[in-house]
């Protein structure tokens, strides 16, 4: 089954704790990228990659590290949260380049993170 | 940039009965595509309907149709005999046809809560 998986789903931290945010698909996309959601603001992208070990800044990336060394996985690094970054993050993977610009984004469960 | 504008941030609906989301946009672009999301309380983000830009018909899935206007840059959803299952957040979105880098990403509209009534 072609799917997207993200974990943890649930997360409750404090300030200052590094933590990860794991996702991995297995349809071999080039594309993959991270949003957060937050109420009345949709989703915005904070970083995006597109191929191994190509990655770069989405509209909201501070505080944010992403990491490519596997086509398949694309963590989300948070150094040291911070309660404005309690959100609900999405990974998404696409096919990308000329011609797929109408396929569908996959995306995983979605990471419910709060940081006390 | 392109922006996403979803102008009703709550909607309901009764059971069986049509209800119209609308959205609109801004680019300078002229060939783009669109795309709705639903969005459940299970939070997982569903493709339900998509349009290209350069296709003058209009896109239909179902009970799901949209009104593309590409002059008033608008994109509504109409859902059609609505059902229970309906009930979500709905996000319009936009993605250059550029494929490189940046250009890339999905814009997101803030999106339109859908409440079905029984």
């Known amino acids: 089954e072609a799917q997207v998986t993200q974990n943890p789903r649930y997360l409750i931290t404090v300030t200052g704790k590094k933590l990860t945010v794991t996702c991995s698909q297995n349809?071999?996309?080039?594309?993959m990228s991270w949003y957060r959601q937050d109420p009345g603001l949709g989703l915005r992208q904070i970083y995006y990659?597109?191929?191994?070990?190509?990655?770069d800044k989405g509209d909201v990336p501070e505080g944010y590290k992403v990491s490519r060394k596997e086509k398949r996985n694309f963590p989300l690094i948070l150094e040291s949260p911070s309660p404005n970054q309690t959100s609900l993050y999405f990974c998404?993977?696409?096919?990308?380049?000329?011609?797929?610009?109408?396929?569908?984004?996959?995306f995983g469960q979605g990471t419910r993170l709060t940081v006390v | 940039a392109q922006t996403v504008t979803q102008s009703q941030p709550e909607m309901s609906v009764q059971e069986a009965e049509t209800v119209t989301l609308s959205c609109t946009y801004d680019?300078?672009?002229?060939?783009?595509?669109l795309f709705w999301y639903k969005q459940p309380p299970s939070r997982q983000m569903i493709l339900v309907i998509r349009?290209?830009?350069?296709?003058?018909q209009n896109a239909t899935e179902n009970r799901f149709s949209v009104n593309f206007q590409k002059a008033a840059k608008s994109f509504s959803l109409k859902i059609s005999d609505s059902q229970l299952g309906d009930a979500a957040m709905y996000f319009c979105?936009?993605?250059?046809?550029?494929?490189?880098?940046?250009?890339?990403?999905?814009?997101f509209g803030k999106g339109t809560l859908l409440t079905v009534n029984p």
């Open positions: 998404a993977s696409s096919l990308s380049g000329v011609g797929f610009g109408n396929t569908e984004a996959f």
């Open positions: 979105a936009y993605r250059s046809v550029n494929s490189g880098g940046s250009n890339y990403k999905l814009t």
């Open positions: 349809m071999n996309h080039e594309y």
């Open positions: 349009q290209e830009a350069y296709k003058q």
């Open positions: 680019t300078s672009e002229s060939d783009y595509y």
């Open positions: 990659s597109m191929n191994v070990e190509v990655t």
